[in-house]
């Protein structure tokens, strides 16, 4: 049984650019799912970025 208590995540843009980035979270702390406002390149302009599986 795996002991690492974080897990990999996918940020995806809600731009619809395409655009990810990718992080880890601790799944017994933050049991929601993360909305971060990001960065992205593609448009030139900071977008909400929502959380995935990867």
Same mark, same amino acid.
């Given at each position: 049984?795996?002991?690492? !208590?974080?897990?990999? %995540? ?7 650019? !395409? #655009?990810? $980035?990718?992080?880890? /979270?601790? !799944? %017994?702390?933050? /049991? /929601?799912? %993360?909305? %971060? ?6 448009? !030139?302009? #900071? $977008?909400? $970025? ?5």
């Amino acid at each position: 049984m795996s002991r690492n !208590k974080r897990i990999k %995540i996918k940020l995806v843009s809600s731009s619809g650019s !395409k #655009h990810f $980035y990718t992080s880890t /979270k601790n !799944k %017994i702390n933050c /049991k /929601k799912k %993360i909305s %971060i406002k990001k960065y992205d390149p593609i448009f !030139k302009k #900071h $977008y909400i $970025y929502n959380e995935f599986k990867i």
